[in-house]
Structures are given as C-alpha cells and as structure tokens.
C-alpha cells in the first residue's frame, strides 16, 4: 500500500513563509510526476505546482515567483517552499504523485490526506 505521507502545514500571517513535504511511504519503481493540489472552502481543486521525473516544473500562475517546487529523489520525496503568503493561499494542500510501483504494476495516481494551510491578514 502506497501512502503519501505530507507535513508543514499550519497558521501563519501574510507576508510569512511554510514549507511542505511529502514522503512517500515505501520503495516503489519509479515516479512519473509529483505535485501539490489545493483546496479552499467551496472551490475546487486546483493544480499549485508539479515536478516531472526529469525536473521540469509548472506552476499556477498565482504562485509562480512566491512558491518553489523540488524533489530529493534519493528520499521519494517532494517539497513545496511558500513564501510571500497571502490569504487567499489558505487552502487545505493536497501531495500527489503519479508513479510506478514496481513490476508490471500501471501508472497510478495517489493522494495525500491534505495539510491545512491558513495565513492570516
């Protein structure tokens, strides 16, 4: 069973930095693509930031120059640093990963459980 395991969520005022990471949680064959989804109350969800095998990456254009997306593979991990926060960043962040798990096993998508993020004005 492939879990996302995410963190560095939490309450932090405009203009303030978080940093998130998500782990996954065993050895797999390999990652296609991983990114961070967010949610606000009574929207949808919406691509923040993605990160391909070969490090390209792609950002909403809300964030681009305020949040950066990077990968240590060696560790299967995926980390988005926010900085210059704004209210209208408060989501619940959602991790995700398209992946391999090994074998003839299919790509599949997975999900984190979603860390809260809430920067007050």
């Known amino acids: 069973q492939v879990q996302l395991v995410e963190s560095g969520g939490g309450l932090v005022q405009a203009g303030g930095s978080l940093r998130l990471s998500c782990t996954i949680s065993r050895i797999i064959a390999d990652i296609n693509a991983m990114g961070w989804y967010r949610q606000a109350p009574g929207k949808q969800r919406e691509l923040v930031a993605s990160?391909?095998?070969?490090?390209?990456?792609d950002y909403e254009t809300s964030v681009k120059d305020r949040f950066t997306i990077s990968s240590d593979n060696a560790k299967n991990t995926v980390y988005l640093q926010m900085n210059s926060l704004k209210p209208a960043d408060t989501a619940v962040y959602y991790c995700?990963?398209?992946?391999?798990?090994?074998?003839?096993?299919?790509?599949?998508?997975?999900w984190g459980q979603g860390t809260q993020v809430t920067v007050s004005s």
């Open positions: 995700n990963a398209d992946l391999w798990t090994g074998g003839y096993s299919p790509l599949t998508t997975y």
């Open positions: 990160i391909r095998s070969g490090g390209t990456t």
